[in-house]
């Protein structure tokens, strides 16, 4: 008997032409992740509940079965371009945010300091913003020692994570419509694409900033979408998964800075916003003829929770939770994820 490694493990994701049908996939289409976890049935049972005259289990019966995977990838930028001759190109990880409640990104041009415009010509800023309704979803197949998985139509939740010392992360859970799996040997991955991380650190990250303070001194961040997903059987139409809501929300862990500098327990009291911005990664030459290793997560308009003291390496910290609320008419504008 063929004994099957745990460490043998591929996931492939990409973008489908019609909603739930699955689509071929290639080496270009290996997504490089860590902490994978596949849960190949889910949904629950139905009991029977028949009458017996005797004590004892009624048969179930599985119903609304689909699948579910959760898997991490690190936060880094696209490979750095040379914008005087082509514009920035999307990460790997853009086709996972558009499942996860984000447009498809827009290009634009992206002004450094005060030289002007350092891509006269090209697009040298990639943004993603949220949408209410016609996200994208994904097939992803995860080859686990050979055996294939394969979950359709599928759209899930991220989580952003940037800690002092670590890896920033992207936590993923996608929900896919259930299918047979079946054994199939894995194919040789292409991760070419994939661009390497740099661990969070005063150099690394090179800016954190909440309601205005910018000379704070910061262990963690986690922002995470809350997007609301699920898989749905319903009379008279296919199962499909499908996103309902988002309520986005997060942590910010830091040393406690003077009350009389800025009073975070005031501010949530009073329901005061602010803003918060956090750049990972470093950007292109100062020069700006190359584009493409920083990322940037902005929420303009956050609401303090109920903020609570903590202590790290013998410093007194405070944690800060907070949810980010629309902020303009329109809305679809509570957080972006930009790449430049």
């Not at 929300?249 to 329901?271: H, K, Q, R």
Request: hydrophobic share 40%; net charge negative; glycine share 10%.
């Amino acid at each position: 008997m063929t004994i099957l490694s745990a460490r043998r493990s591929l996931v492939l994701a990409k973008l489908e032409t019609t909603e739930g049908t699955a689509i071929a996939t290639a080496a270009v289409d290996a997504v490089l992740v860590s902490n994978l976890t596949l849960t190949p049935i889910t949904g629950g049972t139905a009991d029977r509940e028949l009458v017996q005259p005797y004590y004892g289990n009624s048969p179930q019966i599985p119903i609304n079965t689909h699948q579910q995977v959760e898997f991490q990838t690190e936060i880094a930028g696209a490979a750095l371009k040379d914008v005087s001759s082509a514009p920035i190109i999307a990460p790997e990880w853009g086709k996972l945010l558009q499942c996860v409640g984000f447009d498809t990104g827009t290009f634009s041009k992206y002004d450094i300091g005060s030289t002007g415009d350092q891509a006269p010509s090209q697009n040298n800023l990639l943004t993603y913003k949220p949408i209410s309704g016609s996200e994208k979803s994904l097939t992803i197949r995860a080859n686990l020692a050979g055996q294939q998985h394969t979950l359709a139509g599928a759209k899930g939740n991220v989580v952003f994570r940037i800690a002092s010392g670590e890896i920033p992360r992207m936590q993923w859970r996608f929900l896919g419509r259930w299918a047979e799996p079946g054994s199939v040997l894995a194919i040789e991955p292409n991760y070419s694409a994939w661009q390497p991380p740099l661990p969070a650190s005063n150099v690394n990250t090179p800016e954190v900033s909440f309601f205005g303070e910018d000379a704070i001194r910061v262990s963690s961040i986690e922002i995470d979408m809350g997007i609301e997903v699920l898989h749905r059987e319903i009379i008279g139409a296919d199962s499909a998964v499908v996103i309902t809501d988002r309520a986005v929300s997060g942590t910010i862990v830091m040393d406690a800075i003077a009350l009389s500098t800025w009073n975070p327990f005031a501010a949530a009291l009073a329901g005061t916003t602010g803003a918060l911005e956090v750049v990972q990664g470093k950007a292109g030459p100062a020069d700006g003829s190359k584009s493409g290793g920083q990322v940037r997560i902005k929420c303009p308009k956050c609401q303090l929770g109920e903020p609570t003291y903590g202590e790290a390496d013998g410093v007194r910290q405070i944690n800060l939770p907070f949810v980010a609320l629309p902020n303009a008419a329109a809305g679809n504008d509570e957080i972006t994820v930009e790449v430049l």
